[in-house]
């Protein structure tokens, strides 16, 4: 609805009142259906793609949590990317590196 996108942040209680109060639930479903649709082809955001984001974020603290135990472990100064090794690996001598290497 024009208009009412302006106050979705500061007044979100009374626009969903109102939405409630105008709209039925077979219409908000219908629409939340299109929006769906909508990301799914926009944005290629399948459901199993959105399941998948969920879950890399849910284990992005516990790899971190590994590769800190690692570089504890075996005394590993930096983790540089690849391209920053093969351009002057000479930036790292006499350090204990450690390559960060994802299986695809």
């Known amino acids: 609805m024009p208009g009412l996108s302006a106050y979705s942040a500061e007044f979100s ?3 969903s009142e109102l939405l ?4 039925s639930p077979e219409w ?4 939340r259906a299109l ?4 990301h799914e082809r926009v944005f290629k955001e399948t459901p199993e793609l959105v399941q998948a ?26 983790f540089p990317n690849q391209d920053d ?7 790292f001598e006499g ?3 450690g390559i960060v290497v994802v299986p695809q």
């Open 35 to 38: 929006d769906t649709q909508f």
């Open 53 to 78: 984001e969920q879950r890399a974020e849910q284990r992005a603290p516990y790899l971190a949590n590994l590769r800190n135990q690692f570089a504890k472990k075996y005394g590993v100064q930096v």
């Open 28 to 31: 908000k479903a219908a629409c």
């Open 13 to 15: 209680l009374f626009r």
């Open 95 to 97: 350090k204990t590196v």
């Open 85 to 91: 090794l093969t351009t002057n690996p000479f930036n």
């Open 20 to 23: 409630d109060r105008y709209f």
